[in-house]
């Protein structure tokens, strides 16, 4: 069985930072893509930032410039370290890891910006 373990969400002001982490445990071989999804409230689910192969990225324009995504493959963790955060950043922010043969995702963290 394959678990997701988020964590380091929380309240943070506008301008500030924080770090998610998500660690894969359990049978998971072959993990092709690791990645970070968020969705607001009324509001689709979208990417925020993937990692593949540990050094190819892609992320969301909306954070490009202030999010950066790493990986630790010995450890099978992902990391998203966000600044400069803003109100619209809001969201719940979900794990995803891509196996050789099954996409899973974590149970999601809130990640708040206000003031």
């Known amino acids: 069985q394959v678990q997701l373990v988020e964590s380091g969400g929380g309240l943070v002001q506008p301008g500030g930072s924080l770090r998610l982490s998500c660690a894969a445990s359990g049978s998971i071989s072959g993990i092709n893509a690791m990645g970070w999804y968020r969705q607001a409230p009324g509001k689709q689910r979208e990417l925020v930032a993937a990692?593949?192969?540990?050094?190819?990225?892609n992320y969301a324009d909306s954070v490009k410039g202030r999010f950066t995504i790493s990986r630790d493959n010995a450890q099978n963790t992902v990391y998203l370290h966000m600044n400069s955060l803003k109100p619209e950043d809001t969201a719940v922010y979900y794990c995803?890891?891509?196996?050789?043969?099954?996409?899973?995702w974590g149970q999601g963290t809130q990640v708040t910006v206000s003031s």
């Open positions: 995803r890891v891509v196996g050789a043969k099954l996409v899973y």
């Open positions: 990692i593949a192969g540990g050094s190819i990225t």
